[in-house]
């Protein structure tokens, strides 16, 4: 039966083993991926085909676009019909609603 150090040293070693295979399959899938895309460089140097003419968006979209998108609007799935206010369903609920459900009424009766 083996010791505990014995354990210990074994999974330490095995570990090892475990990291060294992994950056193995790391270097292994970035060398391939190298290779195809020089293939298909290749190839499309040699079709004349550019990144346009393959249509649909290439690479990233530009750091600005993103950051200047505006948020999407949430369609309102609750209203309170005294006042017209309505809730997403999204965030915390608001006050409206959380006294009407304390004082008995269902959520149902709210629903858009």
């Known amino acids: 039966m083996s010791t505990y150090q014995e354990l210990i040293a074994q ?4 570990e090892k083993q475990t990291a060294d ?4 399959i790391a270097d292994t899938l970035k060398a391939e991926r190298s290779n195809v895309i020089n293939q ?3 190839l499309m140097a040699d079709h004349g085909i550019t990144a346009a003419d393959l249509g649909g968006k290439v690479g990233r979209p530009p ?4 950051a200047g ?3 999407r609007k949430v369609a309102a799935k609750f209203r309170d019909p005294s006042t017209g206010e309505t809730w997403s369903g999204r965030g915390l609920k608001p006050k409206w609603l959380t006294a009407a459900l304390e004082s008995g009424r269902k959520i149902e009766e709210f629903t858009l």
Request: aromatic share 0%; no cysteine.
């Open 63 to 66: 750091k600005a676009a993103v």
């Open 69 to 71: 998108a505006q948020p």
């Open 21 to 24: 295979l992994e950056k193995q």
């Open 11 to 14: 999974r330490a070693a095995l």
């Open 40 to 42: 298909i460089k290749t």
